[in-house]
T-cell receptor
Framework: GDSVTQMEGPVTLSEEAFLTINCTYTATGYPSLFWYVQYPGEGLQLLLKATKADDKGSNKGFEATYRKETTSFHLEKGSVQVSDSAVYFCALAIRGSQGNLIFGKGTKLSVKP | NAGVTQTPKFQVLKTGQSMTLQCAQDMNHEYMSWYRQDPGMGLRLIHYSVGAGITDQGEVPNGYNVSRSTTEDFPLRLLSAAPSQTSVYFC?????????????FGPGTRLTVL
């Protein structure tokens, strides 16, 4: 079935370090891909998305490129801040799913000053 | 706009009790859904709706009922609570039932069943 696999956490980085969180997917057809972020005590909010192959989503210094050949959508940021500490979820929605999201298990990121 | 609102924020139930988790959105969104979040499991879809009067089951619907009598509201009912339903519940809405659409999440309800 359709699924999302993302790297296990927690991930601990120092401020200004480079971040990569890996995400790969299995899906029928061509899904849309999303990264959602959950700050402590809050609900999820969209960080970025890409709806077709080779699209790059970007927001707040984060970016991810939809790679159909490797079925991946890795999240990257060049220089993390303490305020980026959160749980990051990779998700997909397949054609015909009516927008229903399939989530990865989440990766907790802690950034130390 | 208040966005997506959920009540209550926290709830403790005893096994066998029933309750309703409330969800409302003020963005005139067609699509609404309920997810549960469990440690190490990500979020899993319980039920969803693509418009008033239309609901369908998601991945984990057992033990839950929903209805959608208005565009704005999408309550989730636990018929007879069980400890396995201890979780954090999130309601979400989207402009249209489309794979490309962004979903907006509420702040969540943390439910404990004793």
């Amino acid at each position: 079935g359709d699924s999302v696999t993302q790297m296990e956490g927690p991930v601990t980085l120092s401020e200004e370090a480079f971040l990569t969180i890996n995400c790969t997917y299995t899906a029928t057809g061509y899904p849309s891909l999303f990264w959602y972020v959950q700050y402590p005590g809050e609900g999820l909010q969209l960080l970025l998305k890409a709806t077709k192959a080779d699209d790059k989503g970007s927001n707040k210094g984060f970016e991810a490129t939809y790679r159909k050949e490797t079925t991946s959508f890795h999240l990257e940021k060049g220089s993390v801040q303490v305020s980026d500490s959160a749980v990051y979820f990779c998700a997909l929605a397949i054609r015909g799913s009516q927008g229903n999201l399939i989530f990865g298990k989440g990766t907790k990121l802690s950034v130390k000053p | 706009n208040a966005g997506v609102t959920q009540t209550p924020k926290f709830q403790v139930l005893k096994t066998g009790q029933s309750m309703t988790l409330q969800c409302a959105q003020d963005m005139n969104h067609e699509y609404m859904s309920w997810y549960r979040q469990d440690p190490g499991m990500g979020l899993r879809l319980i039920h969803y709706s693509v418009g008033a009067g239309i609901t369908d089951q998601g991945e984990v619907p057992n033990g839950y009922n929903v209805s959608r009598s208005t565009t704005e509201d999408f309550p989730l009912r636990l018929l007879s609570a069980a400890p396995s339903q201890t979780s954090v519940y999130f309601c979400a809405s989207g402009r249209a039932p489309s794979r490309t659409d962004t979903q907006y999440f509420g702040p969540g309800t943390r439910l404990t069943v004793l």
